[in-house]
T-cell receptor, first 116, second 112 residues
Framework: AQKVTQAQTEISVVEKEDVTLDCVYE???????LFWYKQPPSGELVFLIR??????QNEISGRYSWNFQKSTSSFNFTITASQVVDSAVYFC?????????????FGTGTRLTIIP | SQTIHQWPATLVQPVGSPLSLECTVE??????LYWYRQAAGRGLQLLFY??????ISSEVPQNLSASRPQDRQFILSSKKLLLSDSGFYLC???????????FGPGTRLTVL
């Protein structure tokens, strides 16, 4: 069965520091998809990134970057030069390509607080 | 562009009362639709998903039900609410089951 673990329940950093959110996943499938979502205090989940299992290239989008390593089953998320607006709960999620098991499985989330 | 709406935004209901939450999607056709619940301080739990009109898959047995009367409308219902039904309910849509899911603004339900 698929599983996503976000071991960091809460993280607090001072503004402008870099911070990395960890995500470790378990799957038996060779084809799968990994996601990160941001949930600000308003509650709506905001999509950040989708990555398939065959693309291990790291991705950078502005201050955000993602490190996908199949060898360690990890898909970590780094925010560079953090800002107060980055304060939110961040969820990592996984879906498999196997028919009947495509549902999205979420980790328990990491609450990130950026201290001004 | 596609947008997803949920209403009401907040709801306070007594135990034993009925429930109806609505979700609609604009700007796409034949989407997959999903209902999630997020209990306070916890992760997301998939409740139902639908790949087409009248097609509902239930992930967790409970006193909730879902219906999809129209292509872009997804309704979450209950005949009698329990205290444990309190939470934040999120609707989402995607083009395929492994595609990105896009979430609505959510409904915060408090059962007293």
């Amino acid at each position: 069965a698929q599983k996503v673990t976000q071991a960091q329940t809460e993280i607090s950093v001072v503004e402008k520091e870099d911070v990395t959110l960890d995500c470790v996943y378990e799957t038996r499938d060779t084809t799968y998809y990994l996601f990160w979502y941001k949930q600000p205090p308003s509650g709506e989940l905001v999509f950040l990134i989708r990555r398939n299992s065959f693309d291990e290239q790291n991705e950078i989008s502005g201050r955000y970057s993602w490190n996908f390593q199949k060898s360690t089953s990890s898909f970590n998320f780094t925010i560079t030069a953090s800002q107060v607006v980055d304060s939110a709960v961040y969820f990592c999620a996984l879906s498999e390509a196997n028919f009947g098991n495509e549902k999205l499985t979420f980790g328990t989330g990491t609450r990130l607080t950026i201290i001004p | 562009s596609q947008t997803i709406h949920q209403w009401p935004a907040t709801l306070v209901q007594p135990v034993g009362s009925p429930l109806s939450l609505e979700c609609t999607v604009e700007g796409t056709s034949n989407p997959n639709l999903y209902w999630y619940r997020q209990a306070a301080g916890r992760g997301l739990q998939l409740l139902f998903y639908s790949v087409g009109i009248g097609q509902i898959s239930s992930e967790v047995p409970q006193n909730l039900s879902a219906s999809r009367p129209q292509d872009r409308q997804f309704i979450l219902s209950s005949k009698k609410l329990l205290l444990s039904d309190s939470g934040f309910y999120l609707c989402a849509w995607s083009t395929g089951l492994t595609d990105t899911q896009y979430f609505g603004p959510g409904t915060r339900l408090t059962v007293l």
